[in-house]
C-alpha cells in the first residue's frame, strides 16, 4: 500500500534552515508528481512546492526563491529544502502523491498524504 513518512521538521530561529524529507513506497514514484502542503490549526491546507515527474518545479509566492523541491527516484524520496525561514513559515507540512489529473496547487488534486512534520520558528 501507498505510504509516505516525512521527517526533517523540527524548532528553528528565523532566518534558519530546514531540510525535509518524505519517504514514498508502494508505488512507481518515478511516474508521479509530488507536492508539499502546510497547514497551521483552524486553516485550510495551503499548497507550498510541487515537483513533476519531468522534474519540474511549482512554487507558492510566499516561498519562492526560499525553498526548493527535489526528488531522487532512486531512493523514493521527495525533499523540500527550506532557507530563510520566517515565523509565518510555521506549519505542519505534508507530502502527498499527486493523481495525475487537477491543478498541482490544490489539495484535491492528491490522492494519498503523509502524516505531516512540525516547523516551528521562532524570532
Known amino acids: 500500500q501507498v505510504q509516505l513518512v516525512e521527517s526533517g521538521g523540527g524548532l528553528v530561529q528565523a532566518g534558519g534552515s530546514l531540510r525535509l524529507s518524505c519517504a514514498a513506497s508502494?508505488?512507481?514514484?518515478?511516474?508521479?508528481?509530488m507536492g508539499w502542503f502546510r497547514q497551521t490549526p483552524g486553516k485550510e491546507r495551503e499548497f507550498v512546492a510541487t515537483?513533476?515527474?519531468?522534474?519540474?518545479?511549482y512554487y507558492a509566492v510566499s516561498v519562492k526563491g526560499r525553498f526548493t523541491i527535489s526528488r531522487d527516484n532512486a531512493k523514493n524520496t521527495v525533499y523540500l529544502q527550506m532557507n530563510s525561514l520566517k515565523p509565518e513559515d510555521t506549519a505542519l507540512y505534508y507530502c502527498?502523491?499527486?493523481?495525475?489529473?487537477?491543478?498541482?496547487?490544490?489539495?484535491?488534486?492528491?490522492?494519498?498524504w503523509g502524516q505531516g512534520t512540525q516547523v516551528t520558528v521562532f524570532s
Open positions: 502527498a502523491k499527486h493523481l495525475r489529473s487537477g491543478a498541482y496547487t490544490r489539495a484535491d488534486s492528491y490522492d494519498y
Open positions: 515537483i513533476r515527474s519531468d522534474a519540474y518545479e
Open positions: 508502494g508505488f512507481t514514484f518515478r511516474s508521479y508528481a
